[in-house]
């Protein structure tokens, strides 16, 4: 049963995961006074581009053509290890957590790759800003990830999260959540590319990070990392709303329709978020990651006090 639970999440998050651009983008369209895009206009994106056809430049090597491929296959296996509305992960052990935290690194890793392999000095320019930024995001997420290990008693992202309910909140770890919420939304709008550290919808040359890397890529290529950047908006959604929403109602179902619930919150609030705040500037964006830093420092300090 734990094994069809598992699954049933992860097919969940399969079909679903490109409904929460959705959810962002008519938060968007609300704030604006606008009626928005269609809730399916991502799914039909995506299908337009694995209809087009793929243009590569010759001097681009086996990398530019394998970065979308790995960064696919990089989201698909987190999500294998990421529990959900009180189901553990299809993958499970202890030490996964680190595990987890570096497959996204290998997807990240290929894709600056391939941004360089096109000798292009501006996608390199993004190459260099993710690098630097996502060196800034890692431990703040790490460091939030190992307080919920102490706070648990087990390294394993399934046995973390299937512990958390609310008498541990009672218990006096309460206060000390609103820190680690805030240093994991940072990390999230930081590792999603989000408004204040990024804006997707730029295409600015002193302002782009995640766009310009991926902008020599086309047809399924193109689709294949917009699919991952899909799942990683539903992935990492996870382990905000399995923090602030620990409910499990022992049926699939119901737990099901909470897990999605709280990752349209999470959505809507990054549409909030996306309408009232400017882009920070990029000198600022290491400041910004340096307080999720010392957010997680304080959840830290607060579980071993």
Known sequence: MRFLNALFFCLLALILSPMLRSVINRTKAFFSGRRGPCWLQPYYDLEKLWHKDVVISHSTSWIFRASPIVGLAAALFALLLIPAGGASGLLYFEGDLVLFAYVWSLGRFFTMLAAMDTGSSFEGMGAS???????????????????LASATDTLSLSSMYSRLDFAIYAGG??????????????VY????????????????????????????????????????????LWVLGLLISGLFCPVR?????????????????????????????????????????????????????????
């Open 173 to 186: 770890l309460a206060p000390a959540l609103l820190f680690i919420l805030l240093s994991f939304l940072i």
């Open 249 to 305: 109602s022992g049926f699939v179902w119901i737990d099901g329709v909470l897990v999605v619930a709280g990752l349209f919150l999470v959505a809507a609030l990054v549409g909030v978020i996306e309408s009232t705040m400017a882009r920070v500037k990029l000198i600022r964006v290491p400041q910004l990651l340096a307080v999720a830093f010392a957010l997680s420092s304080l959840w830290v300090i607060w579980i071993v006090r």
């Open 129 to 147: 800003r993710e690098a630097f930024f996502s060196a800034l995001a890692e431990p703040a997420l790490l460091l939030g990830l190992a307080g």
């Open 189 to 232: 709008l930081t590792e999603n590319a989000r408004i204040p550290v990024d804006d997707p919808a730029t295409h600015l040359e002193l302002t782009m990070i995640h766009e310009v890397m991926i902008l020599d890529h086309s047809g399924p290529d193109l689709a294949m990392i917009e699919y991952a950047g899909a799942l990683k």
